[in-house]
């Protein structure tokens, strides 16, 4: 074959493949009918699901996850922790053991299936510990619908990861990941990870969902409240009316979430307030002592509101609901639980305004976060950096809310345990390296990006990507494709060292000489992650002279940035490890020179990045 028919061939069939794999989701829609009984903390389950495929591939055999199914002696769950041991995640585990392993009998977690239907007709299925294989009698075509019908029940676990009963707080039920829920499917296949402690992945839906409890106790859910006068909590007027077993139905919907979760207690309170141009909030906790600081909380969660939608999207749907419960914080479909019990205001705040952020990471742009969590984790603690920036400002005023980031970033490479932020999230060995992975680089990634093209291009990008993907599962492609297309840089280097690979980033002041109508300066390359330097020098009468050195490998260079502006210097070629230039500036007129002014660029060694004259 000649290279010139080759090359044509290639270019033909990339063009015939973009035209057969146009983006696509699936769609699901429930209708569930639950029954509780409160006092043994189980619950049996009858559930309609009209699923809908609109992927171009037939289907045969669908998954569903059964979360739940993890919560026992022997699980996956229990089996992976045993093996971290005190590497693993600390809530897991006491002194090393796996708290799995000591669940009772009668606390273990449990999803029991009776049965599944198809249009009608009896299905087989395989229960493969936390995931269910369900072989279809009639194939599901492309472009088609079918419904399935089924009846469970299942034990509420004792509280070890975020659903349980009986929380250290003392919230009676906290449901979440709690009904046979359809995997994802898409270009890569179904999702069909097992539950071992991290995070999940589902395609939107629409619920309907009826539950039957105690008439004293009080539900708070990611949803919107049917009959408010029928049961506890919500309205004054309510006049409630139980059946022969003392128990009142709650009616919830939501439409085009990703999941639906709800608590239940006796003593909680509810309170709601509503955000201009935002959503009607709720607060479904028990008020007392512990939690007063809830009160004092509302108008920072009003802004916090406000200041991610001028930031980066509006908040998409009606309500949002903050339901002490859980075992720490975790974001569910316009709902989050979290701890409740304070001792601080900004701690609080802290934990709410970092699940709530997950509304836009992980809800309204819907990543798969078993694949990417430093995408959904790293994008929310970037905007909760950024927005307790601007609810509590520092005593020491500063432009650059990432500071403290990066500090950690710094301490914790240093401890040498350091992995990928490419890897999946329960595939991780060490339990801070997740968490540094997901969170801190994944953090970081926006900040070095706003760093190479300029905070501008960055909030566009950011802006642009909501706003074309929201309500979507896009991945770190189509966030580049944009990035790329709004500054006009190649970046893909930037992505393939800072989320593949643990290398560093570390710049330094070579050598300074000083002429008599010029200064030299010789900066070296002593990483391993090539990057853009912002050089800047201070003068003796404080005024900053900022210089840009480009990276060749971006080929368009920045051309502003909010942290002053800058003189462009001839491009760093990446495989060069030392780079010269000469600035008008002598040493009587300079006090202080060095790399990035901002305190934005990661670098792991900033000791050697400047020079005070003397």
């Excluded at 006049?239 to 979760?261: E, H, P, S």
Aim: with cysteine.
């Amino acid at each position: 074959m000649s290279k010139g028919f080759l090359v044509l061939f290639t270019f033909i069939i990339g063009i015939i493949s973009a035209q057969q794999n146009p983006y696509y989701q699936q769609s699901a829609k429930y209708k569930m009918d639950i029954d509780v009984d409160a006092e043994n903390f189980t619950y049996q389950g009858k559930q309609t699901l009209t699923y809908t495929n609109n992927s171009p591939d037939e289907l045969n055999v669908v998954y569903f996850h059964l979360y739940w199914n993890a919560f026992k002696p022997g699980s996956l769950m229990d089996q992976r922790v045993a093996s971290q041991g005190k590497n693993g995640d600390s809530r897991l585990q006491k002194d090393g053991i796996s708290r799995l392993a000591s669940i009772p009998k009668e606390e273990e977690g449990a999803q029991n299936i009776h049965w599944i239907k198809q249009n009608g007709k009896d299905l087989t299925f395989e229960i493969q510990e936390t995931v269910m294989k369900v072989n279809l009698n009639t194939p599901l075509k492309a472009n088609s619908s079918t419904t399935f019908t089924m009846e469970w029940d299942a034990v509420i676990p004792m509280q070890i990861r975020r659903a349980g009963r009986n929380n250290r707080e003392g919230i009676a039920m906290t449901v979440t990941q709690w009904y046979p829920k359809i995997a994802e499917y898409d270009y890569d296949g179904w999702a069909t990870f097992d539950y071992i402690g991290r995070e999940f992945h589902a395609p939107f839906a629409d619920f309907d969902v009826n539950i039957k409890i105690d008439k004293d106790y009080v539900i708070g859910a990611g949803g919107t409240l049917q009959n408010p006068l029928d049961v506890k909590g919500y309205d004054s007027n309510a006049k409630i009316k139980a059946d022969q077993n003392n128990k009142v139905t709650w009616k919830w919907t939501a439409k085009n979430i990703l999941d639906f979760a709800w608590a239940a207690d006796k003593d909680y309170t509810v309170e709601n307030f509503t955000v201009l141009d935002g959503p009607k909030v709720y607060f479904v906790y028990q008020k007392s002592e512990k939690t007063k600081l809830w009160e004092e909380s509302k108008p920072y969660v009003s802004k916090f509101f406000q200041l991610m939608n001028a930031a980066f999207g509006r908040y998409v749907y009606p309500t949002y609901s903050f339901i002490q419960g859980g075992d720490g914080g975790m974001e569910y479909g316009m709902c989050t639980m979290i701890l409740g019990e304070a001792t601080s205001l900004q701690g609080l705040l802290g934990l709410m305004v970092h699940e709530g952020g997950h509304s836009w990471n992980q809800q309204i742009l819907a990543y798969n976060e078993a694949v990417r969590p430093w995408m959904d984790e790293g994008f929310t603690s970037y905007f909760e950096s950024m927005v307790m920036h601007q609810l509590f400002p520092p005593a020491e005023a500063t432009a650059n809310p990432f500071v403290g980031t990066i500090d950690s970033y710094r301490n914790f490479v240093k401890r040498g345990i350091e992995e990928p932020a490419v890897w999946f999230g329960d595939h991780h060995d060490n339990g801070s390296a997740y968490s540094f992975a997901s969170y801190v680089k994944g953090e970081l990634f926006l900040v070095q990006l706003g760093y190479i093209m300029g905070e501008e291009n960055l909030s566009l990008t950011l802006k642009e990507f909501y706003r074309t993907w929201k309500l979507k599962h896009p991945t770190d492609r189509d966030l580049m494709h944009i990035a790329q297309r709004t500054s006009g840089m190649d970046l893909k280097w930037f992505q393939n060292y800072w989320i593949n690979t643990t290398k560093t980033i570390d710049y330094a002041v070579k050598d300074v000489s000083y002429g008599e109508n010029s200064t030299t300066i010789t900066l070296e390359n002593k990483g391993s992650v090539p990057m853009p330097v912002d050089f800047s020098i201070l003068t003796k009468d404080k005024k900053v002279i900022n210089y840009q050195i480009p990276l060749n490998m971006t080929h368009v260079w920045k051309k502003k940035d909010i942290y002053g502006d800058f003189k462009t210097l001839a491009y760093w070629p990446w495989t060069q490890k030392e780079y010269s230039f000469t600035i008008p500036y002598t040493k009587a007129e300079i006090a202080l020179l060095g790399i990035d002014f901002s305190q934005r660029l990661a670098d792991v060694n900033p000791e050697d990045n400047f020079v005070e004259v003397k």
